[in-house]
């Protein structure tokens, strides 16, 4: 199996197929197959995964600012996968105090420079705690993939997952 085949049923096993069918859906519904906006396609896929994964809303949500941003299919899909897995692994490793939980999913720049990152407003993980998992070793290999620098921030208000493409 291929190493994008093995990501897929990673983050399909963990996920469902719902935030699946929602990524790729975004691919062939696009008029143009080979330029993704990605505003529409990451509010649909964070909408996919907050049903999937957030059964009470009450107590977090999910959140998008999403910049009008075109990427080419071949980055969005990796894009779309890094989302996947960094909103699971803050709605898996969070600690939100009861009925406050937040997490905001955010993209912006251009076609070759652009940051994605994926912030909650948890009790954050102290570094000496911090275990790097299968997630973000998928993260970090697609971030690489991309060209891009991939790094988790955490203080008392948090943890940001940032990934940052610079010009090539």
């Known amino acids: 199996m291929s190493v994008l085949g093995r990501l897929m049923v990673q983050t ?8 699946l069918r929602t990524c790729a859906s ?3 519904s696009s008029a143009d197959s080979e330029q993704i906006d990605m505003h529409s396609y990451l509010r649909e896929l964070c909408a996919s995964l907050a049903a999937c994964m957030l059964p009470d809303r009450s107590r977090v949500v999910l959140e998008t600012r999403i910049g009008d941003l ?5 980055q969005a899909i990796s894009v779309g996968l890094m989302v996947t897995e960094m909103t699971a692994n803050a709605i898996r490793h969070a600690s939100f105090a009861p009925n406050h939980g937040q997490i905001v999913v955010s993209m912006s720049g251009t076609s070759e420079r652009w940051c994605l990152s994926v912030k909650d407003n948890g009790y954050g ?13 998928i993260v970090d290999a697609l971030a690489r993939h991309l060209g891009a620098a991939y790094a988790i921030a955490s203080d008392g208000t948090g943890t940001t997952a940032t990934v940052e493409r610079a010009d090539t």
Do not use: D
């Not at 399909?12 to 935030?19: A, E, F």
């Not at 075109?70 to 071949?74: N, R």
């Not at 993980?125 to 997630?135: E, I």
């Open 26 to 28: 975004g691919f062939f």
């Open 12 to 19: 399909t096993s963990r996920t469902g197929w719902r935030p």
């Open 125 to 137: 993980a102290r570094a000496s705690h911090f275990q790097p998992g299968l997630g973000t070793g």
């Open 70 to 74: 075109v990427l080419a299919a071949s």
